[in-house]
């Protein structure tokens, strides 16, 4: 089973400019989240998609970021334009629905790197 | 709001050298305390699941345990492969999962 994919690995931009994340979750996963760690805290909560719809997106900072799922498959996060505390690393997971053993279980990708100068 | 906090930050041990990390939450309503590991430059890994108080998981030399305030990650033995950053994390019954900043271990040979 292929896991979860995010793409780039890495990015550095310049503050202003604009910034397009990707992350593939594992395919059936309903549930897909993403999660930010910045200078090395706590992996903090961005938003969470159920398929296409947003479920919960309190954690996004501001309107500079917007997250998109079409078509209940992949997602993309964009942040435009960039500011320097958007630094961090940015964690994609993805979980099935249902009262399975493994459900709710976050399966994670290895992460975006971004540095914003 | 949903609260995790670990301790150790930090931890360093000699091979052999059982120990315990700690996770102590607060949770409008627990739906399952998560252990995952991470090594550096992937993401966190899954290692555990609980769901109530009193329940114990074990995996190789790890264990895992739940109290109504705390989780307890109990490492027997350890070995420089174990060396990791350990993540602990609520979920609670609005389905947002609520991290810990983490306790990383070095292990010695």
């Known amino acids: 089973e292929a896991g979860v994919t995010q793409f780039p690995s890495h990015s550095v931009i310049e503050k202003g400019q604009t910034v397009t994340l990707r992350c593939d979750p594992i395919?059936?996963?309903?549930?897909l989240y993403w999660y930010r760690r910045v200078m090395g805290k706590e992996i903090k909560f961005l938003l969470h998609f159920v398929k296409e719809s947003k479920q919960d997106e309190s954690g996004m900072p501001n309107n500079r970021f917007l997250a998109e799922r079409t078509g209940g498959t992949y997602s993309t996060l964009k942040v435009q334009p960039a500011e320097l505390e958007d630094s961090g690393v940015y964690f994609c997971?993805?979980?099935?629905?249902?009262?399975?053993?493994?459900?709710?279980?976050?399966?994670f990708g290895a992460g975006s790197r971004l540095t914003v100068l | 709001e949903d609260q995790v906090t670990q301790s150790p930050e930090a931890l360093r041990l000699q091979e052999g050298e059982s120990s315990s990390l700690n996770c102590s939450y607060t949770?409008?309503?627990?739906?399952?305390l998560f252990w995952y590991r991470q090594d550096p430059g992937k993401g966190p890994e899954f290692l555990f699941t609980l769901y109530s108080a009193g329940e114990e998981k074990e995996k190789e030399r790890l264990k895992a345990t739940l109290t109504k305030k705390e989780s307890f990650l109990h490492i027997t033995a350890p070995k420089p492969e174990d060396s990791a950053t350990y993540l602990c994390?609520?979920?609670?019954?609005?389905?947002?999962?609520?991290f810990g900043d983490g306790t990383t271990l070095t292990v010695k040979p």
């Open positions: 395919s059936g996963h309903d549930n």
């Open positions: 994390a609520v979920l609670s019954y609005a389905g947002k999962s609520t």
């Open positions: 949770v409008s309503g627990l739906r399952g």
């Open positions: 997971a993805s979980s099935h629905v249902g009262q399975s053993s493994g459900a709710n279980v976050l399966t």
